[in-house]
């Protein structure tokens, strides 16, 4: 249908074009036949439509003008030579004399014709309908409204209280979620946050286009006008939200993650739409603004629900629930290193989805399209054919935070809406380092540069959330001292309050804490041996909330990579207590296993179908989709293989772990070094280790686990008397 760029035959018209001036100009006819019939009742309606035919003949005129018109652009959209001859011979004059005007003038031309068209038309039939001319008509019209207008003041009072009834309960039910703060509310600046120098670069370099937009917009591009920080909880990606507000002098808007929750239909909607009215009201009155949504994947996907990561069998990994849900037994989630937590327990969570439309709602606001301003310049301007003022730039800078990036919605995160993403990650030594020297700067301390240097050690993915409240409560601790000095021994005794809990207020018979005992230091001794990636930090057989006992364990150095070799590590120290139970009683096994065994199994599960460490380099999640086969005997086959490994290890460990596990009868809780100094036979901060060299004692440790096991084996309640280990030479010599 193109020759040289040019349309040959006319465009089709939509058919509500084609018809609707036909089906006015009918509609008019029908008003002036309605008029004549309830002006003299006693005329017929074949009467009255012949005297209408001969009164009102101007409108038959005009729809015979219509017909014709209708039918000249069908011939045009069908018949290209027709069409040709038409724009040539007879459009061709007029479109050279319209060259001279601007499309705006004609544009403004035409609807000045059109409404004079119109009230020339309403004008003659009020006239009719009245018996006057339509002069007259026309001068009297503002007096038949006004003659009008109590019957139609009433309907229009009760439709406009209905409106405002509906419109005050949507308000009331819209409020809440959203706080403003004003810039000398905002104290935060970005001194204030440690820990994370290379996102705070970037995260400053989105302020200078907030504030200078004219560095980009000038050269071409356009300012990016969302910032999405994302990382696990607490890292300090709200700080930096209120850093960036603090640091502008701008309003900062925080929205609640469950501030678009709601059980009405509309009302998620709603919020939306005020939310960012009220944003461009301020973004003009003070020059910029910042919005932050926390939380956001609580907005949901237009897609899947967040379901979480399908792990082995089709199922959320739930490798935290042994850890959390089972009883009482042992904590087997604390011997798997810090991020093989983070990567199992961050699939067991799913985002709840909000109202259906809101996120929608949120979708088009962040598009950019954005209405003219003002009653009187979206709709006076516009009647009186005047050219509407574009809207203004909205400085809008709009921040969301999650720690799960993944089941937001992929057109949120698309450039134009989100432009940048950054990671907020856990911080590196160094950034922990900077963290603890913030935050131990505001109380008064007596640690060393030193030992804060291995504090930041002994914490790896310590975030800093996590890290003021652990100077906090180090605080707490010596002022329950009576001192308002924090020492290092407060330190690590708040450390071990935070990741341990408060210990519950019971005491274990005899024969159930050496059991519980022997369970920790095979954990702890085959940790100590084979798993050189990690430090021991800290045992203990003090019971819990949801454990009996725990070793858990550290990384000495800030590592990214994970190898075959360290998992298997992992699954060695996680089964070594079900490998300690059956050879230091008798092949007797407790239900303390079972969450060391869940972990060892969702490790060997990842290992043998997804990471490729294993005895097949197929991927599970593959096979399970296409239906070729099942992992669960090469599973256990590993899991056997590691088994027979672990015993192997506590045989030739027998006496270390006799050892240890007295040591954790005496203390209850040791620290990593104390750990160590009992397994190399030295000394510790807690626990002198060289008794535990001399073979007698270790005999009597022997005679001491025989007495237990048989307790056991008997459920007798014989007393036993724990051994106490000699007195060092050196302070018989002194005596």
Same mark, same amino acid.
């Given at each position: 249908?193109?020759?040289?760029?040019?349309?040959?035959?006319?465009?089709?018209?939509?058919?509500?074009?084609?018809?609707?001036?036909?089906?006015?100009?009918?509609?008019?006819?029908?008003?002036?036949?309605?008029?004549?019939?309830?002006?003299?009742?006693?005329?017929?309606?074949?009467?009255?439509?012949?005297?209408?035919?001969?009164?009102?003949?101007?409108?038959?005129?005009?729809?015979?003008?219509?017909?014709?018109?209708?039918?000249?652009?069908?011939?045009?959209?069908?018949?290209?030579?027709?069409?040709?001859?038409?724009?040539?011979?007879?459009?061709?004059?007029?479109?050279?004399?319209?060259?001279?005007?601007?499309?705006?003038?004609?544009?403004?031309?035409?609807?000045?014709?059109?409404?004079?068209?119109?009230?020339?038309?309403?004008? *003659?039939?009020?006239?009719?309908?009245?018996?006057?001319?339509?002069? *007259?008509?026309?001068?009297?019209?503002?007096?038949?409204?006004?003659?009008?207008?109590?019957?139609?003041?009433?309907?229009?009072?009760?439709?406009?209280?209905?409106?405002?009834?509906?419109?005050?309960?949507?308000?009331?039910?819209?409020?809440?979620?959203?706080?403003?703060?004003?810039?000398?509310?905002?104290?935060?600046?970005?001194?204030?946050?440690?820990?994370?120098?290379?996102?705070?670069?970037?995260?400053?370099?989105?302020?200078?286009?907030?504030?200078?937009?004219?560095?980009?917009?000038?050269?071409?591009?356009?300012?990016?006008?969302?910032?999405?920080?994302?990382?696990?909880?607490?890292?300090?990606?709200?700080?930096?939200?209120?850093?960036?507000?603090?640091?502008?002098?701008?309003?900062?808007?925080?929205?609640?993650?469950?501030?678009?929750?709601?059980?009405?239909?509309?009302?998620?909607?709603?919020?939306?739409?005020?939310?960012?009215?009220?944003?461009?009201?301020?973004?003009?009155?003070?020059?910029?603004?910042?919005?932050?949504?926390?939380?956001?994947?609580?907005?949901?996907?237009?897609?899947?629900?967040?379901?979480?990561?399908?792990?082995?069998?089709?199922?959320?990994?739930?490798?935290?629930?042994?850890?959390?849900?089972?009883?009482?037994?042992?904590?087997?989630?604390?011997?798997?290193?810090?991020?093989?937590?983070?990567?199992?327990?961050?699939?067991?969570?799913?985002?709840?989805?909000?109202?259906?439309?809101?996120?929608?709602?949120?979708?088009?606001?962040?598009?950019?399209?954005?209405?003219?301003?003002?009653?009187?310049?979206?709709?006076?301007?516009?009647?009186?054919?005047?050219?509407?003022?574009?809207?203004?730039?909205?400085?809008?800078?709009?921040?969301?935070?999650?720690?799960?990036?993944?089941?937001?919605?992929?057109?949120?995160?698309?450039?134009?809406?989100?432009?940048?993403?950054?990671?907020?990650?856990?911080?590196?030594?160094?950034?922990?380092?900077?963290?603890?020297?913030?935050?131990?700067?505001?109380?008064?301390?007596?640690?060393?540069?030193?030992?804060?240097?291995?504090?930041?050690?002994?914490?790896?993915?310590?975030?800093?959330?996590?890290?003021?409240?652990?100077?906090?409560?180090?605080?707490?601790?010596?002022?329950?001292?009576?001192?308002?000095?924090?020492?290092?021994?407060?330190?690590?005794?708040?450390?071990?309050?935070?990741?341990?809990?408060?210990?519950?207020?019971?005491?274990?018979?005899?024969?159930?804490?050496?059991?519980?005992?022997?369970?920790?230091?095979?954990?702890?001794?085959?940790?100590?041996?084979?798993?050189?990636?990690?430090?021991?930090?800290?045992?203990?057989?003090?019971?819990?909330?949801?454990?009996?006992?725990?070793?858990?364990?550290?990384?000495?150095?800030?590592?990214?990579?994970?190898?075959?070799?360290?998992?298997?590590?992992?699954?060695?120290?996680?089964?070594?207590?079900?490998?300690?139970?059956?050879?230091?009683?008798?092949?007797?096994?407790?239900?303390?296993?079972?969450?060391?065994?869940?972990?060892?199994?969702?490790?060997?599960?990842?290992?043998?179908?997804?990471?490729?460490?294993?005895?097949?380099?197929?991927?599970?999640?593959?096979?399970?989709?296409?239906?070729?086969?099942?992992?669960?005997?090469?599973?256990?086959?590993?899991?056997?293989?590691?088994?027979?490994?672990?015993?192997?290890?506590?045989?030739?460990?027998?006496?270390?772990?006799?050892?240890?596990?007295?040591?954790?009868?005496?203390?209850?809780?040791?620290?990593?070094?104390?750990?160590?100094?009992?397994?190399?036979?030295?000394?510790?901060?807690?626990?002198?280790?060289?008794?535990?060299?001399?073979?007698?004692?270790?005999?009597?440790?022997?005679?001491?686990?025989?007495?237990?096991?048989?307790?056991?084996?008997?459920?007798?309640?014989?007393?036993?008397?724990?051994?106490?280990?000699?007195?060092?030479?050196?302070?018989?010599?002194?005596?």
């Amino acid at each position: 249908m193109q020759d040289g760029g040019l349309r040959r035959t006319r465009r089709p018209m939509e058919l509500w074009d084609r018809a609707k001036f036909a089906m006015a100009l009918i509609v008019i006819w029908l008003i002036l036949l309605w008029s004549m019939m309830a002006s003299n009742p006693l005329v017929g309606i074949s009467d009255a439509a012949r005297t209408q035919a001969r009164a009102a003949s101007w409108v038959f005129v005009l729809l015979g003008l219509e017909v014709l018109r209708q039918v000249h652009f069908l011939i045009c959209e069908h018949s290209a030579g027709y069409n040709y001859r038409w724009n040539r011979l007879v459009s061709g004059g007029v479109e050279v004399s319209q060259r001279r005007m601007s499309d705006w003038t004609r544009f403004r031309i035409r609807r000045v014709l059109t409404w004079v068209l119109w009230i020339a038309i309403i004008a *003659v039939v009020t006239g009719k309908i009245i018996h006057t001319s339509a002069l *007259v008509a026309t001068v009297r019209g503002p007096e038949l409204i006004w003659h009008a207008q109590p019957y139609a003041f009433q309907i229009l009072v009760y439709a406009l209280l209905i409106v405002v009834l509906f419109a005050v309960l949507l308000w009331f039910m819209s409020r809440g979620g959203v706080d403003v703060y004003y810039p000398s509310d905002i104290k935060t600046r970005f001194a204030d946050v440690w820990g994370q120098d290379h996102v705070l670069e970037r995260v400053k370099e989105n302020l200078i286009f907030l504030e200078n937009p004219e560095l980009v917009e000038d050269r071409g591009g356009y300012v990016p006008g969302g910032i999405l920080l994302w990382g696990p909880p607490g890292t300090g990606k709200t700080l930096m939200a209120e850093a960036v507000a603090g640091e502008t002098g701008k309003p900062y808007v925080f929205v609640d993650p469950g501030a678009f929750l709601n059980m009405s239909t509309g009302v998620g909607i709603l919020k939306v739409k005020s939310l960012f009215r009220k944003l461009r009201k301020m973004a003009l009155r003070y020059g910029g603004v910042i919005v932050f949504f926390d939380e956001a994947d609580s907005l949901g996907n237009r897609g899947l629900a967040a379901q979480g990561f399908a792990g082995p069998g089709g199922q959320r990994a739930s490798a935290i629930s042994g850890a959390l849900g089972h009883g009482p037994g042992c904590h087997g989630f604390s011997y798997l290193s810090p991020d093989t937590q983070w990567r199992l327990a961050r699939h067991a969570a799913a985002g709840a989805p909000p109202e259906e439309g809101t996120l929608q709602a949120l979708l088009t606001e962040l598009s950019g399209l954005k209405k003219p301003r003002g009653v009187f310049n979206r709709y006076v301007r516009r009647v009186l054919g005047m050219r509407q003022k574009p809207p203004p730039k909205y400085r809008i800078l709009v921040m969301m935070a999650t720690s799960m990036p993944e089941t937001l919605d992929d057109a949120l995160l698309r450039p134009g809406r989100i432009d940048r993403i950054y990671k907020v990650g856990y911080p590196s030594k160094a950034g922990r380092v900077r963290t603890y020297q913030g935050y131990l700067s505001k109380v008064r301390h007596e640690l060393t540069g030193e030992q804060v240097d291995k504090l930041a050690v002994i914490t790896p993915y310590a975030t800093g959330a996590t890290i003021k409240d652990l100077v906090n409560e180090a605080l707490i601790t010596a002022i329950r001292d009576g001192r308002d000095v924090i020492t290092w021994p407060d330190v690590i005794r708040a450390k071990q309050l935070k990741e341990l809990g408060p210990p519950e207020d019971v005491e274990y018979i005899e024969r159930e804490r050496h059991a519980v005992a022997v369970h920790e230091a095979c954990h702890a001794v085959v940790a100590y041996r084979t798993r050189q990636h990690m430090e021991i930090d800290i045992a203990t057989i003090e019971k819990g909330g949801t454990y009996l006992g725990m070793v858990a364990s550290i990384r000495p150095e800030d590592q990214f990579t994970r190898w075959r070799s360290e998992y298997q590590t992992d699954i060695l120290v996680s089964l070594a207590s079900l490998a300690g139970e059956r050879m230091f009683f008798e092949s007797d096994s407790s239900s303390g296993v079972s969450g060391d065994l869940e972990q060892a199994t969702t490790v060997a599960s990842f290992m043998e179908g997804y990471w490729g460490m294993g005895t097949t380099v197929s991927s599970y999640s593959t096979a399970r989709r296409l239906e070729v086969g099942s992992l669960a005997d090469r599973i256990e086959d590993n899991l056997t293989t590691l088994l027979s490994r672990a015993e192997e290890i506590l045989r030739s460990e027998r006496a270390s772990i006799l050892a240890l596990a007295h040591a954790l009868e005496s203390h209850k809780t040791l620290s990593g070094e104390d750990v160590s100094a009992v397994l190399e036979h030295t000394r510790g901060p807690l626990v002198d280790g060289t008794p535990y060299a001399d073979a007698a004692f270790i005999a009597e440790l022997e005679a001491y686990h025989t007495a237990a096991a048989r307790a056991h084996h008997k459920h007798s309640q014989d007393q036993l008397k724990l051994p106490v280990p000699a007195p060092p030479l050196t302070t018989l010599t002194e005596a």
